[in-house]
C-alpha cells in the first residue's frame, strides 16, 4: 500500500515536472540563447563595421603618404641635394612642406640621406636620430623597393615614432637617400579618434603581431602577444575573464594588422546573473510541482484510502460502516455509490435473515406435526382393522384415509405430482364428508390429463380446501368447493374457490400484509403456512393470490409447470 | 519516462549551446604556415636577440619562436626532446657547452664560412660562432691605480686577498672559463694554484657572473674576473670600472650557435645561421652590442682594446670540458676548506 502510493505520487509528480518544468527549462534556455545569439551577433556586425573603417582610414592615410613619398623619391631638387649630402636646404624644404602639406597633422616627413643621417624633417625639433642603413627600414627600403611599412623597433632610441614608411630615393641605379613618414602615438591616436567607437580598443601591428600602437587602455596588457603566442602553438586565444571579444583584420598596403578589442554586449557576470535567475525561476517552479502533486494525490488519495479502508471493514462483514459525503465529485460520488451499496446490502442481508428464521420455524411446526407419525399410523391402521371386524364401516375409512394422509404427510420429498396432492384432497375430503355430512360439495377439475403429472410443494392445496370447509362453511350453510387446474402459458394455474360466507377484513388485512397469525391464534394459519412455503420456493412473486369473488374466497396459485424429473 | 528525459536532455544542450557562444575568438588564418616557422632557443638576453630575430622575421617572413632561459637549462631540453626535437636553432652560450652537447647538433658551415675568423671556428662545423668574449680583469679605479692590476699573478697576490668578485665556476660558465684560463695562462701546478686561487677568494664567490661589475663597481670588491663584453657594457652604462688584458693572456672563447639535429624546419634554421653571421647582424653585434665580431670583414668597435694588444691563449676546449667535473670538485672542496680555516 505504501509502495503503491509511492509510484502514485511520484508518477505523479514526473507528470508536473513534465508539464511544468521542462517547457520552463526550455524557454528558459531558448530565450537566454537568442538573447544572446542577438546581442552577439548585432556586437559583431559593429565591430566588423567599426574594424572595416578603421582598416580603410589607416589604408587611407597608408596610400596618402605613399604617394607623397613617390612624389618626393622622384623630385630631382631633392635626390640631388640628398646625394651632396647638404642639410637646411631651404628648397628641399619648400618641396617636402608643399608634398606633405595635406598630411601634415597626420605624420611627420622626413629625408635622409644615403648614409642614413637624417637631413629634413617636418617633424618637432629635437636631437636628430640617424637610422641604420644596413637595418631594418633604410636597408629593406633600399633592397626590397617599393613602400616599405616598419614598426619603430623596440630598441631604437627614438622617443616618439611608432611606425615609418620609408621608400629609396634613388638617383639613376644608386640609391641617394630615402624618404620617411613617421606616424607617433598621437597621429595613430587622430586616425583612430572617429572610428574606434565607444566599448572598442584597439591595437595595430606589423604581419608579426608585434604591437605598433595600442589604445590608452591597452597599453598595458598585451593581446597581440598573447595572439602571436597562440599562433606560434597553433591554438585560439581564449579570453578568460569573458568581458571582451577581439576582430582582427589585415590593412593591405601596409601588411599590418588591426586589432579590436570590443566589450562584450553581454558580460560573463551579467549571464552569471542570468542564469541565476533562470535557475532560481526552474526551482521554484520545480518546488512548486512537488508541493502540488504531494498535495494533489493527497487530495484524490485520501477518499480513495478512505474508500479502501471501508471495502476491507464490508469485506469481513461490517455493513454499518459510511462514508462522509462531502462534495460532488466523481471520488465522492463514488463515496455516495458506496454507501447506497452497503445500505442495500445490509437491507438483503436482513430480509434474507428474517427468510431464514421463518423457513426454521414452519420447519419446527412441520416437525412438531410429525411427532411420532408412526405411532399414529400404526393405531389408525389398528382402528381400521377394528371398524372392519365391528363393521363400523365410517370409522374404517376415516381410519385408512387418515392413515394414508399421514403418510403421505410424513414422507421426505418436498414435491408431489398434482395427481398425488389429489389424491390426498380426496382422503381428506372423504373425512370431513364423514364429519360434516352434507354440508358441502367438493368439486376438482383438472383441464388435462398432463397436467397431473406437475409437480407441486407437498400439501399445497389440502390447507386450503380446509380454510374454506372450516372457515367457509363455519356458519352452518352448505355450500360448493370447486378446485380447477389449468395450463396458462408454461404455467400452473390452482384455483380454490368456495360460496361461504368468505374471509373477514381482519384476516383479509393480515393475508395482505403477509403477517404471521398471532401466537395462539389459529384461524387461516393453513394459508399463511401456504403462501410462506410458495414464497420460499418461488420468491416473493409466486404467493398464494386471494381473488375479488362476490361470495366465499377465492385463491389462486400460479406456479411453473415442472415435471417430476426436474428439481426446481 | 523516456519522453521527459529526452525533454530534458534537449533542454540541457539548449542551455549548453547558449552558454557556449563566442568564447573563443579565431585567429588561425593569421597563423603562419609549416614553411615559415621557426623555434629558436636562446640563452642571450633580449636587448641581444629581440632586435636580431625582428630583422629575421621582416626580412624573411619566418615566424620566429623565441624560448629563454639559461645556457645548461636549454642544452638540457634539447637532449631530453632528442626524440623528436621541438627546437630548430640554439643560438647562444659557451662554444665549450655547445661543444658538450655535440651530438645534438648537425655540423652546418654558414653561408659566409669562409669570411669567420678561423681560430674561433669549430672544427667540425657542429656549432658557429656567434661573437668572441675575452676574458678581462677589471678593477674599481678608486680602490685601485691605474697599473697596478696587470695580470693574472697580481691577482694572487696579498693585496687583493678577499677583495676579487669571482662568479661560482659551478654555476657561471664564463667564470669557468675565466678559470681555465687562468690555469692555462700561469701554467704550473693546478692543484697548486687552485688552493692558491681560492685563498685569495677567502673561498668566496658570487652566484651570478652578472654581478662581478656590480660588486667592482659598487667597491664592494676592489678587482674583478668577468667577460670584456660585460665590462664595457657596465662601463657605456656608467659604472665605476676599469679594464685590463691581463699580461699573461687571456682567452677570447667565443659563444655560438647550432643546428639541432633532426630539426623541424631545417631551411629555416640555416636561414637563420646564415643572418646572425652575415655582414649586417655581426655589424650590430660590433657596433650597438658591444662585441667582438666572428667575421674578418667587420671592424670592431674603435673604443674597444684594440685587438692587437691582447695576448690570445690557445683554449683547449676539450680538455676543458674533460676536466669539468675533477676541477669543480676539487675547486668545491677547496673554497670549503678556506671557509672552514
Not at chain 1, 509510484?7 to 514526473?14: G, H, K, N, T, V
Not at chain 1, 631651404?90 to 597626420?106: E, I, Q
Not at chain 1, 611608432?162 to 606616424?183: D, F, H, P
Not at chain 1, 426454521?360 to 411420532?372: F, K, S, V
Request: hydrophobic share 40%; proline share 4%.
Amino acid at each position: 500500500m505504501k509502495r503503491s502510493r509511492a509510484s502514485f505520487q511520484l508518477r505523479l509528480l514526473i507528470d508536473f515536472l513534465a508539464a511544468g518544468a521542462v517547457p520552463l527549462i526550455a524557454c528558459v534556455a531558448l530565450i537566454l540563447g537568442i538573447f544572446r545569439a542577438t546581442l552577439t551577433e548585432s556586437a559583431q556586425t559593429a565591430a566588423q563595421n567599426s574594424l572595416a573603417a578603421l582598416t580603410g582610414a589607416m589604408g587611407g592615410l597608408v596610400a596618402d603618404c605613399g604617394d607623397a613619398l613617390d612624389r618626393l623619391g622622384e623630385d630631382a631638387l631633392v635626390a640631388a641635394v640628398l646625394e651632396d649630402g647638404i642639410a637646411r636646404d631651404t628648397g628641399v624644404y619648400s618641396v617636402l612642406y608643399r608634398t606633405a602639406a595635406p598630411l601634415l597633422r597626420d605624420a611627420d616627413f622626413s629625408l635622409y640621406d644615403g648614409r642614413g643621417r637624417l637631413c629634413y624633417t617636418t617633424g618637432p625639433i629635437g636631437p636628430w636620430e640617424d637610422l641604420p642603413v644596413d637595418w631594418g627600414l633604410l636597408w629593406a627600403a633600399r633592397e626590397q623597393g617599393g613602400l616599405i611599412c616598419r614598426k619603430v623597433s623596440d630598441f631604437d632610441d627614438s622617443p616618439r615614432g611608432r611606425m615609418r614608411l620609408c621608400r629609396a630615393v634613388r638617383n639613376g641605379a644608386g640609391t641617394v637617400g630615402y624618404a620617411v613618414a613617421e606616424w607617433s602615438e598621437e597621429h595613430f591616436a587622430r586616425l583612430f579618434e572617429e572610428t574606434v567607437g565607444t566599448g572598442n580598443d584597439v591595437v595595430v601591428t606589423d604581419p608579426f603581431w608585434d604591437p605598433v600602437y595600442a589604445s590608452p587602455a591597452l597599453r598595458e596588457e598585451d593581446p597581440a602577444a598573447a595572439i602571436r603566442a597562440a599562433l606560434l602553438q597553433g591554438r585560439g586565444l581564449t579570453d578568460e575573464s569573458g568581458e571582451y571579444t577581439y576582430h582582427a583584420n589585415r590593412e593591405d598596403a601596409s601588411g599590418f594588422l588591426i586589432l579590436l578589442r570590443q566589450t562584450r554586449p553581454v558580460t560573463a557576470r551579467a549571464m552569471q546573473i542570468f542564469y541565476g535567475i533562470a535557475g532560481a525561476s526552474v526551482a521554484v517552479c520545480l518546488l512548486l510541482c512537488l508541493w502540488f502533486s504531494m498535495g494533489f494525490s493527497r487530495r484524490i488519495f485520501a477518499p480513495i484510502r478512505a474508500l479502501n479502508t471501508a471495502m476491507a471493514q464490508v469485506e469481513q462483514g461490517d455493513l454499518g460502516v459510511r462514508l462522509p459525503v462531502a462534495g460532488t465529485d466523481e471520488i465522492h460520488q463514488l463515496s455516495g455509490r458506496f454507501n447506497r451499496m452497503t445500505d442495500r446490502l445490509g437491507a438483503n442481508l436482513s430480509e434474507s435473515l428474517r427468510q431464514q428464521r421463518e423457513l426454521g420455524e414452519t420447519r419446527i411446526r412441520m416437525m412438531q406435526a410429525q411427532l411420532n407419525p408412526h405411532f399414529l399410523y400404526n393405531t389408525l391402521d389398528t382402528l381400521k382393522w377394528l371398524g372392519k371386524i365391528n363393521r363400523v364401516e365410517e370409522v374404517s375409512t376415516i381410519s385408512a384415509d387418515l392413515a394414508d394422509i399421514l403418510r403421505r404427510s410424513i414422507s421426505a420429498e418436498r414435491f408431489v405430482s398434482l395427481r398425488e396432492e389429489l389424491e390426498l384432497l380426496e382422503r381428506y375430503v372423504e373425512i370431513q364428508k364423514i364429519r360434516f355430512p352434507g354440508k358441502f360439495e367438493y368439486r376438482p377439475h383438472v383441464e388435462s390429463e398432463d397436467l397431473l403429472d406437475a409437480q407441486i410443494p407437498k400439501l399445497l392445496l389440502q390447507p386450503l380446501v380446509e380454510n374454506a370447509i372450516i372457515h367457509g362453511f363455519e356458519d352452518g350453510s352448505a355450500g360448493q368447493i370447486d378446485l380447477t387446474a389449468e395450463r396458462h402459458g408454461g404455467e400452473l394455474i390452482l384455483t380454490v374457490r368456495d360460496d361461504g360466507v368468505g374471509m373477514s377484513e381482519e384476516s383479509r388485512m393480515r393475508f395482505l400484509s403477509h403477517a404471521a397469525p398471532k401466537e395462539g391464534e389459529a384461524g387461516h394459519l393453513g394459508i399463511y403456512n401456504v403462501d410462506a412455503i410458495l414464497r420460499l420456493h418461488y420468491g416473493e412473486t409466486g404467493g398464494l393470490r386471494l381473488l375479488p369473488t362476490e361470495k366465499g374466497t377465492c385463491l389462486r396459485i400460479i406456479l411453473p409447470i415442472r415435471k417430476a424429473d426436474a428439481e426446481p | 519516462m523516456k519522453r521527459l528525459s529526452r525533454a530534458l536532455f534537449c533542454a540541457v544542450l539548449l542551455c549548453l549551446s547558449a552558454c557556449g557562444a563566442g568564447a573563443i575568438s579565431d585567429f588561425s588564418d593569421y597563423a603562419p604556415d609549416e614553411a615559415h616557422r621557426l623555434t629558436v632557443y636562446t640563452s642571450h638576453k633580449e636587448e641581444v636577440y629581440g632586435p636580431i630575430v625582428k630583422e629575421f622575421e621582416e626580412r624573411t617572413g619566418i615566424w620566429v619562436q623565441v624560448e629563454t632561459g639559461g645556457t645548461n637549462e636549454l642544452l638540457l631540453r634539447i637532449e631530453e626532446e632528442a626524440d623528436a626535437p621541438r627546437c630548430d636553432v640554439m643560438f647562444g652560450g659557451g662554444v665549450e657547452s655547445l661543444a658538450a652537447y655535440a651530438k645534438r647538433f648537425e655540423p652546418y658551415a654558414c653561408a659566409d664560412a669562409a669570411l669567420l675568423k678561423p681560430e674561433l671556428r669549430s672544427q667540425d662545423d657542429r656549432w658557429t660562432p656567434f661573437s668572441s668574449l675575452p676574458v678581462v680583469l677589471v678593477y674599481n679605479p678608486r680602490l685601485v691605480a691605474d697599473g697596478e692590476l696587470t695580470g693574472w699573478a697580481d691577482l694572487l697576490a696579498d693585496p687583493y686577498r678577499g677583495q676579487i668578485a669571482f662568479a661560482d665556476p659551478a654555476v657561471s660558465g664564463s667564470a669557468y672559463t675565466a678559470l681555465m684560463t687562468m690555469l692555462t695562462a700561469l701554467g704550473g701546478d693546478e692543484e697548486e694554484l687552485l688552493a692558491h686561487f681560492c685563498e685569495a677568494l677567502g673561498g668566496q664567490t658570487l652566484a651570478d657572473s652578472g654581478d662581478v661589475t656590480q660588486a667592482v663597481s659598487s667597491g664592494a670588491c676592489s678587482v674583478g674576473v668577468t667577460l670584456e663584453q660585460s665590462a664595457i657594457k657596465a662601463i657605456a652604462e656608467g659604472a665605476n670600472l676599469a679594464l685590463v688584458f691581463p699580461k699573461e693572456g687571456t682567452s677570447d672563447l667565443p659563444d655560438g650557435s647550432a643546428l639541432v639535429a633532426g630539426a623541424p624546419h631545417p631551411e629555416n634554421a640555416r636561414a637563420f645561421l646564415d643572418f646572425v653571421l652575415g655582414r649586417d647582424v655581426q655589424s650590430l653585434v660590433a657596433g650597438k652590442l658591444a662585441r667582438r665580431t666572428v667575421r674578418t670583414d667587420v671592424a670592431d668597435r674603435e673604443d674597444l682594446p684594440s685587438a692587437a694588444q691582447p695576448l690570445f691563449l690557445e683554449y683547449d676546449i676539450a680538455r676543458a670540458s674533460e676536466k669539468k667535473e675533477a676541477i669543480l670538485l676539487r675547486w668545491a672542496q677547496l673554497c670549503g676548506e678556506v671557509q672552514a680555516g
